[in-house]
């Protein structure tokens, strides 16, 4: 919720790479209370390929997705499209891992897109912006698709049980130097520093820093590493139900019954995939 309200005000791609910036700093000065040290010393090639390769797609490609679906949906919306998440995972293991693909997995991810078609379709009924919806629904499940390799690629790095903050240091910092290299070559960086004028955006943007790629994706990861992937992904997919009453009260949001339902539907599916 502070994302959209940053967002709205700054430019999703503003957010996007200076949160990663702010939580880069606090995951450091973590590493630096925890360890004693501020960078994490035992990176090898095999940490930097992985961390790397979920830090661009996870953080710099996926969430500008996401943000640019805050922007355009709203909180409560784009964060059910994340739900596409273990269907995607789920896809992705079974084509490039090998993974086995059961009758109850396609029977849990038919449970999980019918939800949300269920919510989209009445959402759209009732929205007089269909070109703008169709943009931030694709935006959405690019969003989603991003997370889910970005997981999946994350897992990869956490073998041996590497630490899960040193992890994500290394993440941040790679999706962080390739969103700021790439604002430097487009003459970005000085609208970038205007942009943060705007103080109520620039709080909202500090908050969301704090409460997102520091303490949750952090305790995110230490979650996938000490418990069953599926248990932790059931767990991390239950925003869209907590943003039911938040959307109503702070945004003001009219939620039909169907959409209450089609939220819960969707999650019961992610739960299916996972623990059956």
């Known amino acids: ?21 702010v ?22 090639g095999y940490h930097w ?66 939800g949300i078609v269920w919510v989209v379709t009445g959402h759209r009924n009732t929205s007089p912006n269909g070109k703008h919806d169709t943009i931030g629904i694709l935006c959405g ?33 790679t999706a962080t130097s390739v969103l700021w290299v790439i604002a430097l070559i487009r003459g970005r960086v000085p609208y970038t520093v205007r942009m943060l004028q705007d103080r109520p955006g620039s709080r909202a943007l500090l908050a969301g820093s704090i409460c997102g790629p520091f303490l949750g994706v952090w305790l995110s990861l230490v979650a996938v590493q000490n418990t069953y992937v599926g248990i932790a992904s059931t767990l991390m997919a239950l925003p869209p139900v907590f943003l039911i009453p938040l959307s109503h009260w702070i945004f003001k949001e009219r939620i039909s019954l169907a959409a209450i339902i089609g939220t819960l539907v969707a999650i019961a599916g992610v739960a299916l995939i996972f623990l059956l």
């Open 1 to 21: 919720m502070f994302f959209t309200v940053a967002s709205r005000r700054l430019g999703h791609n503003v957010v996007n790479r200076v949160r990663l910036a």
């Open 23 to 44: 939580a880069l700093i606090l995951l450091l000065l973590a590493h630096l209370i925890s360890t004693g040290t501020i960078v994490p010393m035992d990176v090898i």
């Open 49 to 114: 390929l992985w961390f790397g390769l979920s830090g661009i797609v996870g953080f710099a490609l996926g969430d500008m997705l996401l943000f640019k679906a805050f922007v355009m949906l709203g909180t409560r919306l784009a964060m059910l499209l994340m739900a596409l998440v273990p269907v995607f995972s789920t896809l992705i293991a079974w084509i490039f891992l090998y993974e086995l693909l059961e009758m109850t997995d396609i029977l849990a991810m038919s449970v999980v897109i019918a």
């Open 141 to 173: 499940i690019g969003g989603a698709a991003g997370q889910a390799i970005g997981l999946i690629l994350s897992k990869k790095g956490l073998a041996d049980g590497y630490s899960a903050l040193s992890g994500n240091i290394i993440r941040v910092f």
